[in-house]
């Protein structure tokens, strides 16, 4: 009869850090999101910052100018909700504008072009980068909250289930490639 309680004792101590463990890295996983999220963040508003910058310097016509000024203060003051489609719209404004390698050229020609076209070229590439990092952590955060256990006993605690950001972010090819 002990023997048989020090063994129930033993494996409820052992369910316990185990149950603990995953806790923790339930835990970490959602800091982890949390994070890549603020990167994202500030790698988006970067984007949006500097597509703002250029459109207002003069060096593009002034339809392109409108264009990409409007869509980056669209995906500057979107609110949470929208804010996937304001930024996919900067994407594809920004592909309408960059599409072609000359528009690009017209852009390094001009005082001050090259330090503004590699600083668009930068916080484009970034972005894939920075969704690509959130949406992992996120997808792997899922994955453990799918297990019974996490679900059983509640280890998420008030955690809200994680979301994947979903957007275009595909960059114009002549942004896209580095220079060389």
Do not use: C
């Given at each position: 009869m002990?023997?048989?309680l020090?063994?129930?004792?033993v ?5 316990g850090?185990y ?7 339930l835990?970490r ?5 949390d ?5 994202l963040?500030a790698?988006?508003l970067?984007?949006?910052?500097v597509?703002?910058?250029l459109?207002?310097?003069g060096v593009?016509?002034?339809?392109a100018?409108?264009?990409l000024y ?6 500057r003051q979107?609110?949470?909700?929208h804010?996937?489609?304001?930024e996919s719209e900067l994407?594809q404004?920004l592909?309408a504008?960059f ?8 852009v390094?020609e ?15 590439r ?8 959130h949406?992992?952590?996120?997808r792997a ?8 256990k996490v679900r059983?006993f509640?280890?998420?605690g008030?955690?809200p289930?994680p979301?994947a950001?979903e957007m275009?972010?595909?960059?114009p090819?002549?942004?896209a490639?580095?220079?060389?």
């Amino acid at each position: 009869m002990t023997e048989t309680l020090i063994w129930t004792v033993v494996a409820l101590i052992l369910i316990g850090v185990y149950l603990s463990w995953t806790a923790g890295r339930l835990d970490r996983l959602h800091s982890r999101i949390d994070a890549a999220r603020a990167a994202l963040d500030a790698q988006l508003l970067r984007r949006a910052s500097v597509t703002q910058e250029l459109a207002t310097s003069g060096v593009l016509d002034p339809a392109a100018s409108i264009v990409l000024y409007e869509a980056a203060h669209a995906a500057r003051q979107a609110e949470e909700d929208h804010r996937e489609v304001a930024e996919s719209e900067l994407s594809q404004a920004l592909r309408a504008v960059f599409g072609e390698p000359e528009q690009v050229e017209l852009v390094r020609e001009a005082p001050g072009g090259p330090e503004a076209a590699e600083e668009l070229a930068a916080a484009v590439r970034r972005v894939p980068m920075a969704r690509r990092f959130h949406n992992d952590a996120v997808r792997a955060a899922r994955a453990l909250r799918r297990h019974r256990k996490v679900r059983w006993f509640r280890l998420a605690g008030h955690a809200p289930f994680p979301l994947a950001f979903e957007m275009d972010d595909e960059p114009p090819v002549a942004l896209a490639d580095r220079p060389a």
